[in-house]
């Protein structure tokens, strides 16, 4: 039997606080911060958060933790993977119920329930990769969208490049 990857308390200690929060409980409720956008309605969030430039910003950041792992860091860039089951293992049933309760409120359609819940697992998958390679490449990109999601809101976009602009919410 293989031997599952343990993931690190701070990670873990995330998915807790995950569990605990409501997640996409304030989606689409405004919001009283000049630093971020909000989306102008459930369509458009939807409609930024599947954009090729959200998926390309993301991507961008991915490539950014990968590449500089691959260079300097081999051995620690093998258990990528690894992360990736264990944290969707962890946030899978999160993410699951989060999206079957906006569901309940804003009557998301089946196609869009599966999109936003690939779009959230790569935002909160990504942090927790973030958290797990942070003594080695400390960057905070997806960790830098957590109190969105811990607000219960959830990321639609970045206005401007992948490493600059405002970020969108709904």
């Known amino acids: 039997m293989a031997k599952t990857f343990q993931l690190s308390d701070a990670s873990v200690k995330l998915v807790g606080e995950l569990r605990k929060a409501n997640l996409l ?24 958060m599947l954009s090729n430039h959200w ?6 950041w991915r490539n950014r933790l990968s590449f500089e792992l691959c260079q300097r860091y081999r051995s620690q860039y093998q258990l990528w993977n690894d992360i990736a089951l264990a944290s969707n293992a962890l946030l899978d049933p999160i993410i699951r119920e989060a999206v079957e ?5 804003l009557g998301v359609r089946s196609l869009a329930k599966k ?16 958290m797990e390679y942070t003594t080695l490449v400390p960057l905070e990109l997806y960790r830098s969208l957590l109190p969105w999601y811990l607000d219960g809101h959830v990321a639609c976009d970045l206005e401007g490049g992948p490493f600059s602009g405002r970020l969108v919410v709904y």
């Open 25 to 48: 409980t304030r989606v689409g409720e405004s919001i009283q911060r000049r630093s971020v956008v909000r989306a102008a309605s459930w369509r458009n969030a939807l409609k930024r």
């Open 55 to 60: 998926a390309n910003i993301r991507l961008e």
């Open 101 to 105: 309760r906006l569901d309940e409120r």
């Open 115 to 130: 999109q936003l819940f690939y779009s959230i697992r790569i935002d909160l998958g990504g942090a927790i990769h973030e």
